[in-house]
């Protein structure tokens, strides 16, 4: 999982801007519709839905906001109906995007990726072109402050997980996908405070981006301000002089 760490860096402070821009409400209250219209609305039974409704949470989303969006999920609300769809392409270097999507039109949002990419210096390819190098795994992280590394590495394997990668402010823990719900149980059981708690794409080989780094981040970012994307997850991995150059930014 070499590579995802770093990445997660960047995510951390991606999602504090979103979170200012009022998209990340946008997206997971997108989330919670199609999770309750796929399994129902109680988060005990519709892992899915407990999955959403915790990153609302983590968001400091109103709880009228989350039930409304659930009662539109079931249909209990009228609303506009999405469609689940993932896309593929390339950036700079060869590397592999994946852009999660939900939209309520799809001739709309194919044509707003295919000039996002031809615009930044990538472009879109067929399904299945990238999508073989990425698992899908549990992920979420926990904040190192005050935690002893190979003690809660121990702590987060024994609780379930399948890899533990300590970065400079948070752990990264991954877990098989059935397990996810689990383990993150576990963990909260033992006191330990999760935050981005999520279903995730990880890249199983990465390639170095060091010389394209701008113009890669610039792509990825124009593409995850699309209204209608919801993740984006890429294959790249910076060395660490230019994760201090772009931490600085």
Do not use: C
């Amino acid at each position: 999982m070499s590579g995802h760490n770093k990445w997660s860096t960047i995510k951390h402070k991606k999602a504090a801007t979103d979170a200012k821009r009022g998209k990340i409400y946008t997206r997971i209250v997108k989330e919670i519709i199609l999770a309750a219209k796929g399994g129902g609305g109680d988060p005990e039974t519709n892992p899915r839905l407990r999955t959403a409704i915790l990153a609302a949470k983590s968001a400091n989303m109103p709880r009228d906001n989350i039930e409304r969006a659930i009662k539109r999920g079931t249909g209990e609300i009228d609303g506009v109906s999405y469609e689940e769809i993932t896309y593929e392409g390339y950036g700079h270097n060869g590397v592999g995007i994946v852009v999660d999507v939900m939209t309520d039109n799809k001739n709309r949002t194919v044509a707003e990726l295919r000039h996002t990419f031809s615009k930044y210096g990538g472009n879109l390819a067929e399904s299945g072109a990238v999508s073989w190098n990425f698992d899908m795994k549990g992920f979420f992280n926990v904040p190192v402050t005050g935690l002893e590394e190979e003690e809660f590495m121990m702590q987060a394997l024994e609780a379930g997980a399948e890899d533990v990668e300590m970065g400079e402010e948070y752990f990264d823990v991954f877990t098989a996908p059935g397990d996810f719900h689990t383990v993150l149980g576990n963990m909260e059981a033992a006191g330990f405070p999760v935050e981005n708690a999520e279903l995730t794409r990880v890249p199983k080989t990465t390639v170095n981006a060091d010389d394209v780094a701008p113009k890669l981040l610039k792509l990825i970012d124009m593409l995850e301000d699309l209204d209608d994307v919801q993740k984006v997850y890429a294959n790249f991995e910076f060395s660490d002089e230019v994760m201090a150059e772009l931490n600085q930014e």
